[in-house]
């Protein structure tokens, strides 16, 4: 099984860099070195002013064998994101793509995924009120109505901490949510570089969402080019396990489901 998309990617990292043909190809020779076919670009919100279509436009022109797709990761960052969603009504015709997450909880200074900081918001909590919260949180992206995809669904895993409850009673809502929008969610290798070591999300959660059948995208997180598709071997095989054997790719808010088997 040969995957060939990457739909969470980070041009910019984690500061203003405007979009330009240097900063660009270096992802698309990395991407092509890699046999990916597909990638989007998804810089966060907050970095939106870095972002310029031309250059998306000219860097498609330059590579007309990858499909490049203009995105955005729209957060829940109680200072910028406001802002942001209005980024996205405005630019909406011209994105192919854009991310829903949950990085923040109460603490509007902080990512809870901030590692190993942001673990300090776990201690002495009850872990099932602090999962409950965070998918009350993700449906609320959801419920915008300007995000295609959830991305690393069940990052509140990040650091580690596990519910007591099963957590099919936990995410069974939000997974129906996303599958009345019609959403589709991430099979995200980052979580396999995080403390918590796990694919984002759970082989349970997969599972439920595959019974739901809700659509999947590829996506490795990618903050440097050098990290793209990074472990999908190990993603292909889990993939395998689970039976799933097809992805969805975005253009224009529009997906498309493409059978791995047909690469």
């Not at 900063?23 to 972002?51: C, E, K, M, V």
């Not at 991310?99 to 902080?110: I, K, T």
């Not at 900081?117 to 909590?125: M, V």
Request: aromatic residues 8%; proline residues 4%.
């Amino acid at each position: 099984m040969n995957l060939f998309s990457d739909y969470h990617t980070h041009p910019q990292g984690h500061r203003v860099q405007p979009y330009c043909q240097t900063l660009l190809q270096p992802w698309i020779d990395s991407a092509r070195a890699r046999g990916l076919t597909d990638i989007a670009f998804t810089d966060h919100d907050r970095y939106h002013a870095g972002i310029d279509f031309d250059e998306i436009d000219k860097l498609r022109a330059a590579n007309p064998d990858i499909k490049i797709r203009a995105g955005l990761e729209l957060d829940n960052d109680p200072e910028t994101s406001a802002v942001g969603r209005e980024w996205v009504e405005k630019n909406w015709a011209r994105l192919d793509f854009v991310l829903g997450s949950v990085h923040y909880l109460d603490r509007a200074d902080q990512m809870f995924d901030s590692v190993p900081a942001g673990a300090e918001q776990f201690a002495d909590r009850k872990i099932d009120e602090i999962y409950a919260d965070y998918f009350r949180r993700v449906r609320e992206v959801a419920a915008t109505g300007l995000v295609d995809c959830l991305s690393h669904l069940d990052l509140i895993k990040i650091h580690g901490h596990r519910p007591k409850a099963p957590i099919v009673y936990l995410v069974s809502e939000t997974l129906d949510f996303i599958s009345t929008r019609g959403l589709a969610i991430e099979l995200s290798t980052a979580g396999w570089r995080k403390p918590v070591n796990e694919l984002y999300p759970s082989d349970e959660i997969i599972r439920l969402a595959v019974e739901k059948r809700i659509p999947f995208t590829t996506a490795s997180d990618a903050h440097s080019h050098a990290q793209l598709g990074e472990n999908y071997s190990r993603l292909a095989e889990k993939m395998q396990q689970l039976g799933i054997s097809e992805v969805c790719v975005f253009e224009r808010h529009k997906h498309r489901v493409r059978a791995l088997s047909d690469l």
